[in-house]
T-cell receptor
Framework: DAKTTQPTSMDCAEGRAANLPCNHSTISGNEYVYWYRQIHSQGPQYIIHGLKNNETNEMASLIITEDRKSSTLILPHATLRDTAVYYCIVKHYGGSQGNLIFGKGTKLSVKP | NAGVTQTPKFQVLKTGQSMTLQCAQDMNHEYMSWYRQDPGMGLRLIHYSVGAGITDQGEVPNGYNVSRSTTEDFPLRLLSAAPSQTSVYFC?????????FGPGTRLTVL
């Protein structure tokens, strides 16, 4: 599975959009981009995933560049409860869905 | 649905003791896994199972055993606890795109 690079930390003002970048320059054609987050002391929570098209759900939007070498997770109106570590993970879809490789992620701090 | 449940929430062991961390899911997922998370680090895969009777090693399997006799349960056994196994342990089950994680067990080995 491809390796990802994320900033160590980011700040965002409450009510503003949080844009979290992820580089995955070695991604292969059949690998998906997944985002999870971990709120302090809790188990990670799935947010969204995508292959090449932009995706949106009730939690967030995922923008993947045309060359698929990077992506951005967007939380459109960040709240204090969105303060968490966000993990960008690249892996093949389906099959043995485990073996998620978690890096250190981006620590997002949403400030009032 | 209760989702993924883990017991106990907290545990303190002495070096050399053994114990079993329990994990159960009620979503009928075939795939289950165990991770550990050390302070300031991401999660690392210990063992996983693709279905009842089938288990395999992950990235850091040494010192841990697993078995999968039913779809619902996936216990993790520490054979002889060591201080290096002090960590937070997460169990997860998955279906297609999404992994569902339990609340974790905080283990301290003295």
């Amino acid at each position: 599975d491809a390796k990802t690079t994320q900033p160590t930390s980011m700040d965002c003002a409450e009510g503003r959009a949080a844009n979290l970048p992820c580089n995955h320059s070695t991604i292969s054609g059949n690998e998906y981009v997944y985002w999870y987050r971990q709120i302090h002391s809790q188990g990670p929570q799935y947010i969204i995933h995508g292959l090449k098209n932009n995706e949106t759900n009730e939690m967030a939007s995922l923008i993947i560049t045309e060359d698929r070498k990077s992506s951005t997770l967007i939380l459109p109106h960040a709240t204090l409860r969105d303060t968490a570590v966000y993990y960008c993970i690249v892996k093949h879809y389906g099959g043995s869905q485990g073996n998620l490789i978690f890096g250190k992620g981006t620590k997002l701090s949403v400030k009032p | 649905n209760a989702g993924v449940t883990q017991t106990p929430k907290f545990q303190v062991l002495k070096t050399g003791q053994s114990m079993t961390l329990q994990c159960a899911q009620d979503m009928n997922h075939e795939y289950m896994s165990w991770y550990r998370q050390d302070p300031g680090m991401g999660l690392r895969l210990i063992h996983y199972s693709v279905g009842a009777g089938i288990t395999d090693q992950g990235e850091v399997p040494n010192g841990y055993n697993v078995s999968r006799s039913t779809t619902e349960d996936f216990p993790l056994r520490l054979l002889s606890a060591a201080p290096s196994q002090t960590s937070v342990y997460f169990c997860a089950s998955s279906y297609r795109n999404e992994q569902f994680f339990g609340p974790g067990t905080r283990l301290t080995v003295l």
